[in-house]
């Protein structure tokens, strides 16, 4: 069975740092994109940032480019994001998400997705 297990959320203030990790079992992930997304509340689940795997290419979201670093250990199948300069509009629910098909920045390309962490940055 296919699992994304999540940890590192919780409650920061604004300017502080953050990291969240995912870890994936039941299968290898070496060869998939993986990524993760965001959604906050009475809002659209949106793209964050993702990673590549091979020469590994990184995307992401304008909002969090330059704040946020999305970075994998395959060897434990891990993917992490590092949130740094956190703000209150940062505060949403994290998702990893695993093997896309299609647009990264859709939903609906993702196969895999984890339980979600709260994130929340205070001011």
């Known amino acids: 069975q296919v699992q994304l297990v999540e940890s590192g959320g919780g409650l920061v203030q604004a300017g502080g740092s953050l990291r969240l990790s995912c870890t994936t079992s039941?299968?290898?992930?070496?060869?998939?994109?993986m990524g993760w997304f965001r959604q906050a509340p009475g809002e659209e689940r949106m793209f964050v940032a993702s990673?590549?795997?091979?020469?590994?290419?990184?995307y992401y979201a304008d909002s969090v480019k330059g704040r946020f670093t999305i970075w994998r250990d395959n060897s434990k199948n891990t993917v992490f994001l590092q949130m740094t300069s956190l703000k209150p509009e940062d505060t949403a629910v994290y998702y990893c998400?695993?093997?896309?098909?299609?647009?990264?920045?859709?939903?609906?390309?993702?196969?895999?997705w984890g339980q979600g962490p709260q994130v929340t940055v205070s001011s």
């Open positions: 998400a695993v093997e896309a098909a299609g647009s990264i920045y859709a939903m609906a390309s993702w196969h895999y």
């Open positions: 039941g299968r290898t992930f070496s060869r998939d994109t």
């Open positions: 990673i590549t795997s091979g020469r590994i290419w990184t």
